[in-house]
């Protein structure tokens, strides 16, 4: 059953952020396959007068690569549309003068390729899966401990996310590697950032209370956009685990099956009164 | 120049611990060299009236092995004059009835042989070096989060170690990532565990003001000693680093240039003033 009492607020919103992986499809060896409903509860919402946006810590591929998998699998979606870590960190990195050393996904570095990497000042940390070999950290630990003051970005904090075969580890764990190692606090670039939610409402010209956050991730999607002042819903697909609901510091606004019963619950309460 | 005041406490010892790697070898790709003067130390200590032991966190080998590698270099040490985290978790986990899934080094699987490995309910981790592929941690995160309860167990929470060649990251930033990856706290097992110091204290019939800890690693070494009530002595040798000095919670109760000035000055103060 769904807890439909976060539709009473369904009338004053004028936008809604969604998730990617684990809510639009899930991600598996063959590129990922649409969860039941999604494509069609994408183009609902693009039909309805609410403003859309997608917010993503996808750091395995380019925007313009894993937009162009979403619209193979029919997916309503244009670059411009989605916010992900990699150009919001190149954005930081360019105000800051610093030229990073980069451990992530070979997928994702053409979105680096306009910074400077020579002499390394920082290390920029992603999802970079099977990248992640001893010998890759090691080196990116010894950039850091190399350097007066250790500076580390973690693009999202993210523990595990789910593919086909089961629940495989994000980028946070390597992120707390490197902290631990260096004894240093990583600058979480992506959600559950406020700085990175912030950039989504200002480009939907929005106020946080008018916008609903719809993810998976009950930490990094629910929470972060709880902290910003938004509505957060979790779906109960992707990384969704029953134990969410007991979670000791983050509580969802409300839990539905998926992405088409949310839809189909926001649309209908702001239809009025049956 | 040594500070030499935690020789007033000399007399009064009746043990000295050693740490392994870094204070009487450097680690290499070669099986690593003796630190100048560290073998004719471990000789002067031996034919002393103190009792002498070590204590290592080294898991990428056997007991047997690593005390043969170390006898080739020359020094005089036997097995059972050495402790370190395999055998101690081994009896840990018999003493439960743990079957752990092992991330460990090819080297030390053997010390294991003996424990029931089948359908894990547990994870064991220990400074695995190459064998920290993505994969293979992600083996050991999924074993814990499929248990309703999980338990991780980490053979030493070392940051690094010092090579040939530079820094390398040791097992306590692998441990952090699977306790963030699954929101647990691992169960230490080695130095700086205050269970692991008095096995040693036990087996030398001493009490703990009787003896001094000598190591490489503020953490571990001295601190974990320190703790539970001994002197800790740091050398400048293996992986200290000079801000060791102002770590914001240890504090060295003395640190020498080496192993071999740390017991001419021992056994100098013993043989009364000049």
Not at 118 to 124: A, D, G, K, R, S
Request: glycine letters at 10%; hydrophobic letters at 40%; aromatic letters at 8%.
């Amino acid at each position: 059953m769904a807890d439909s009492s976060w539709t009473s607020s369904a009338e004053s919103l004028k936008g809604v952020i969604l998730d990617l992986c684990g809510v639009l499809y899930d991600s598996g060896e063959d590129g990922g396959t649409p969860i039941p409903g999604s494509v069609e509860a994408v183009k609902r919402l693009k039909a309805s007068d609410l403003k859309l946006r997608f917010c993503t810590n996808e750091t395995q591929a380019s925007r313009d690569k894993f937009v162009a998998k979403l619209q193979k699998m029919g997916f309503d979606i244009s670059v411009c549309e989605v916010f992900s870590p990699a150009p919001a960190a190149v954005a930081v990195l360019k105000d800051r003068g610093m030229r990073p050393h980069l451990l992530v996904y070979d997928g994702l570095l053409s979105e680096f390729e306009s910074v400077d990497q020579t002499n390394p000042n920082c290390v920029v940390v992603g999802d970079a899966a099977g990248n992640f070999t001893y010998e890759n950290l090691n080196d990116a630990f010894r950039v850091l401990i190399g350097l007066e003051k250790p500076v580390l970005f973690a693009l999202g904090k993210g523990r595990y996310y789910k593919e086909a075969d089961g629940f495989s580890l994000d980028v946070g764990p390597y992120m707390k590697a490197l902290e631990y190692a260096c004894d240093v606090e990583a600058e979480v670039i992506g959600k559950p950032s406020s700085v990175f939610f912030h950039s989504v409402l200002s480009d939907m010209g929005l106020q946080p209370h008018q916008v609903m956050m719809v993810g998976d991730d009950l930490v990094n999607d629910v929470g972060g956009a709880q902290l910003c002042g938004m509505t957060g819903l979790q779906v109960r697909t992707g990384k969704y685990r029953p134990s969410d609901q007991q979670h000791r510091s983050v509580k969802a606004d409300g839990t539905v099956d998926d992405l088409a019963q949310a839809v189909d619950l926001l649309l209908g309460a702001r239809a009025g009164p049956l």
